[in-house]
């Protein structure tokens, strides 16, 4: 029976819950017992109490999510992957956590993730890295790694994360489920712990297209706390088209070709001929900046970094290391509290917003953003969504990439470029190669969403992809 | 040319000041400036903090509109330009004071520009948030040697505005000067509580010195913790004679930043935030620009009363008052309030009048208190003047009555009768006159002989005799229609 229970998609799940079929408090245990089973690492904290009432109406049916470590729960271990924040519990919870529970969906759990959200394989958390349920020799990506191997490996209904760079997309890829990264300002920030505000933005993964805009649905909206934010001009949709006639699909070459590993570039080809095959069109577009993408996001996301990370500075929470006076508590503290990469990154922040060098780095790594949305903005004129393979790889092996961080940048290559123009784009799962998923991205111009999901969803169906083989 | 000479030329040249003024206000909104917390009037300590003011992780800033409200009427007031578009940038430097590690403040794009205020041109206003209060215990008193020290974040993210000048003012007084006008500027706006000693005004001054004439700056230092008037003013005294010193011995200005010690007047370098400091400034992701809208710029302008220098020069152009009290009138608008009900009281002319008696006698009666808290009315003021005008009492005695007005209030034309106070004259007076001259012959003898000083024995014979109720040119006129 719980085995049953816990094979049902999330909107199958509260859609059993709402029509009375189901208790959700029986759904939440269920899922409350199987996360707590972890052994992938992929939880850093699982609720040990059923949650508050979940309202009849509610319209997530008290399907349970779990929230990457970087969301900021009252009351509830939130420290961002980070040893410098081992313990701290915040005095309130961030708005997309929020409005998810009051939509009927309760925290299930806490999941791990690379320090302050800074890595692509999860190898990068103060507690440890995350395994890959489809091969636990390797990475499931990162940085909402925990995230996306918990909805991979069945430990969890949903989750959301959050994506500065490809850390909701390129895990989602990598783990063979559904990512979403919105329009920036489409949800909320607030109570996100800021890795580079700019640029993140918080998005579901899910086992499929429908839960993902289910879940969707409930995270976007403007936020008066967050003076960025604006919500989605329409509704989402819950998405029904089984066919991409009409839809122009641009294919780029910078971001399809060079570094793409054989067995990705076939999965992605194969995805291709599915959409003409469903009724689309691709044509070929150029984004003529995007390869610069990766060089101008390692100087902005940094920079902002270098600002985000000063609070922690051992005066009012998380790690103080106990020294003889301000600046050796504030060296000390920074030194035992954050790991290498994240020490490498405001480094590199620092750096670029030195006197004297900010023109040569930051400045210019702004022009080149703006130049990599006017690429989009142009390519979209011709074309409504564009594809892309979504990370360059299938999941490596852990430790693989760990003394290189110029390869592990690398491996965001096709992500980067859609949150520095702010537009949204999805991975879903492909197909597989040497048994291991490979992601396909779909990007569209902002405030899109429902445009991706459609098309989303038809590719989906039409590619038919089994995730079962991750879940135990 | 020798070494002699060349000193001889440095000693006896003569430098002139540069200066500076960095004003920072604290705004009087309801909350802070990017958070919902109330604004703190020695609360306990930490009481008035929220997870955004106290940094904590995740916590976003959310710009006050009433601050921005606020700047724009002092932009405006200050004559300068408001920006279409300005935007936020981080400060970032590691204090205790600074929980998020960086300042919100404004830098390349401020909210206005380009003004003046008086004769001294105002360079920038911009919007930015202040930093909580330190208290260091132990002998020290500063954070360095301190025993522990101690963070109170209820002043954490007040809202604060900052007027930077041009490098117009030249001398101390002159800085000092201004300031009242400043400071009275913004009082009128209701937009601070422009307090120096606490802290809601506060100045620091950019000084250097160039030989006269020249156009070129000097190196400049950076004056901090004047936290008065007078601190200023001694401040900057002492700054610019110790830079003249300086150069008289042929030494050169390092730049640095000095603290002012009141208690001794003396100008230490501060070992700070401020030295060797690069602040990485760059634009705030975490808001939007303030791009004010035509309704926004109409409410402030619409929110701006007369201004004190607008004022001044009005009761100077329209109502004929000298231009010193013109000014002391238009800065003290209490003052001002009440003289233009007692002059609109009356319909002669007797403005000028009015207001030197305010001035003069009202001031000198009730110092800082506003005269309309006391019994007096403007009515009453304005009828006292024209007795006095018409001779129905003399000077002197008006001003018991005015005293008594003060005090108890009612009509001075009662007071003058209650108390026989009218002016004496007629007959009375005249035979009066005869009994003095005739009691003081040797000073009339005098003044006879050409020596007009012995008149005042007589004159004060008959004041005596009146009790003051004499009026001082009718005892002239009557005594040398007697010589």
Not at chain 2, 297 to 321: I, K, V
């Amino acid at each position: 029976m719980t085995g049953d229970l816990l094979d049902l998609t999330a909107a199958q799940a509260g859609q059993r819950v709402r029509a009375g079929e189901l208790s959700a408090s029986d759904l939440f245990e269920a899922w409350r017992e199987r996360a707590a089973t972890d052994s992938l690492n992929a939880y850093r904290w699982v609720a040990d109490a059923p949650p508050p009432e979940i309202a009849a109406g509610a319209p997530l049916g008290g399907v349970p999510v779990a929230i990457k470590d970087l969301f900021c729960t009252e009351g509830v271990p939130s420290a961002a992957g980070s040893r410098i924040l081992e313990g701290y519990l915040p005095p309130y919870t961030a708005t997309a956590v929020e409005q998810l529970a009051q939509a009927g969906a309760p925290m299930l759990g806490k999941t791990n993730m690379d320090e302050f959200a800074m890595g692509s394989s999860n190898e990068n958390s103060g507690f440890g890295p995350v395994m890959n349920p489809w091969d636990e020799s390797r990475v499931p990506g990162g940085s909402s790694g925990g995230s996306a191997a918990a909805v991979a490996a069945g430990l969890a209904p949903w989750a959301i994360g959050t994506d500065t760079g490809g850390s909701i997309r390129q895990p989602a890829a990598l783990c063979g489920i559904v990512g979403l990264k919105p329009t920036y300002g489409s949800i909320s920030r607030y109570g996100m712990i800021a890795f580079a505000s700019s640029l993140d933005q918080a998005g579901p993964l899910t086992r499929d297209v429908t839960d993902c805009a289910l879940l969707f649905r409930h995270m976007v909206g403007r936020d008066p706390l967050d003076s960025t934010s604006t919500g989605l001009p329409e509704e989402v949709r819950l998405p029904d088209q089984e066919r991409l006639d009409g839809l122009r699909f641009g294919v780029p070459p910078e971001l399809t070709r060079g570094g793409v590993d054989p067995g990705v570039a076939a999965v992605f080809e194969q995805s291709l001929r599915h959409i003409e095959e469903l009724g689309g069109t691709l044509e070929e577009v150029s984004l003529p900046h995007s390869d610069q993408g990766i060089s101008a996001y390692y100087v902005i996301a940094p920079a902002e970094a270098s600002a985000n990370l000063a609070r922690f500075d051992g005066v009012r929470y998380g790690l103080r290391a106990e020294a003889g006076d301000l600046a050796s508590m504030y060296e000390d503290t920074r030194e035992h509290g954050f790991g290498d990469e994240v020490k490498r990154r405001i480094m590199l922040g620092t750096y670029a917003l030195s006197s004297g060098y900010y023109d040569a780095y930051y400045g210019r790594a702004q022009r080149v953003r703006t130049k990599i949305a006017e690429d989009f903005r142009s390519a979209f004129e011709r074309v409504d969504l564009i594809v892309t393979p979504t990370s360059p790889t299938v999941a490596f092996g852990l430790g693989e990439r760990t003394d290189d961080p110029l390869a592990m940048y690398l491996s965001d290559f096709c992500t980067v470029p859609m949150p520095l123009a702010g537009i949204p784009a999805i991975s879903i799962p492909g197909g597989l190669s040497d048994e291991l998923p490979v992601g396909i991205q779909l990007a569209g111009p902002a405030f899109s969403e429902n445009r991706i999901l459609e098309a989303a969803y038809a590719l989906e169906q039409a590619i038919g992809f089994d995730g079962s083989g991750a879940r135990g | 040319m020798g070494a002699a000479p060349v000193a001889d030329a440095l000693a006896e040249r003569a430098y002139e000041p540069v200066i500076g003024l960095e004003i920072h206000v604290q705004l009087s909104t309801r909350t802070k400036m990017f958070c919902g917390c109330e604004l703190s009037f020695g609360e306990q300590p930490n009481t008035r903090t929220c997870p955004v003011c106290l940094g904590l992780p995740g916590t976003l800033p959310v710009t006050n509109a009433e601050a921005v409200h606020f700047g724009l009427m002092i932009g405006m007031a200050l004559g300068c330009e408001p920006a279409p578009r300005s935007i936020f940038h981080r400060k970032n430097y590691f204090y205790p004071d600074l929980p998020k590690g960086y300042q919100i403040s404004q830098y390349d794009i401020p909210l206005a520009r380009d003004g003046r205020l008086g004769d001294i041109r105002i360079h920038r206003v911009h919007l930015e948030e202040d930093a909580a209060k330190l208290v260091h215990a132990g002998a020290s008193g500063r954070i360095h040697g301190a025993e522990a020290s101690a963070v109170d974040f209820n002043r954490g993210g007040t809202p604060l505005v900052e007027i930077v000048t041009e490098p117009d003012v030249r001398s101390a007084a002159q800085a000092a000067e201004w300031l009242r006008l400043l400071r009275v500027t913004l009082r009128q706006l209701g937009v601070s509580d422009v307090n120096m000693e606490e802290g809601s005004l506060r100045c620091d001054a950019n000084v250097s010195i160039r030989p006269a004439g020249e156009a070129t700056l000097g190196t400049k230092t950076e004056l901090k913790n004047m936290n008065s008037f007078r601190f200023l003013e001694r401040g900057v005294n002492a700054e610019v004679a110790r830079q003249e010193e300086l150069l008289r011995e042929g030494g050169a200005v390092t730049q640095e930043t000095l603290h002012f010690d009141p208690r001794t007047g003396a100008l230490s370098p501060l070992r700070s935030k401020e030295e060797a400091h690069d602040y990485r400034y760059f634009p705030e992701p975490d808001l939007v620009p303030i791009a004010p809208t035509e309704e926004m710029l109409e409410r402030a302008r619409s929110a701006l009363p007369e201004l004190p220098a607008q004022r001044a020069e009005r009761l100077e152009s329209d109502m004929g008052l000298v231009p010193d009290t013109a000014r002391l009138l238009a800065f003290r608008s209490d003052l001002g309030d009440f003289f233009e009900r007692a002059a609109a009281a009356r319909v002669g002319d007797d403005s000028k009048a009015i207001a030197n008696w305010i001035v003069g006698e009202l001031v000198a009666n009730i110092g800082d208190a506003d005269p309309a808290d006391t019994k007096l009315e403007p009515e009453s003021l304005a009828a006292l003047v024209g007795m006095v005008r018409e001779g129905t009492v003399a000077g002197s005695a008006a001003k018991d009555v005015l005293t008594t007005l003060v005090a108890e209030g009612g009509d001075p034309a009662e007071i003058v009768e209650a108390e026989n106070l009218g002016a004496a004259g007629g007959d009375e007076l005249a035979r009066v006159v005869d009994q003095a001259m005739a009691d003081q012959a040797d000073a009339v003898e005098k003044i006879r002989a050409g020596n007009d000083k012995a008149t005042g024995a007589v004159m004060g014979a008959v004041m005596r005799a009146t009790e003051g109720r004499a009026d001082g040119a009718e005892v002239q006129r009557l005594i040398r229609e007697r010589l």
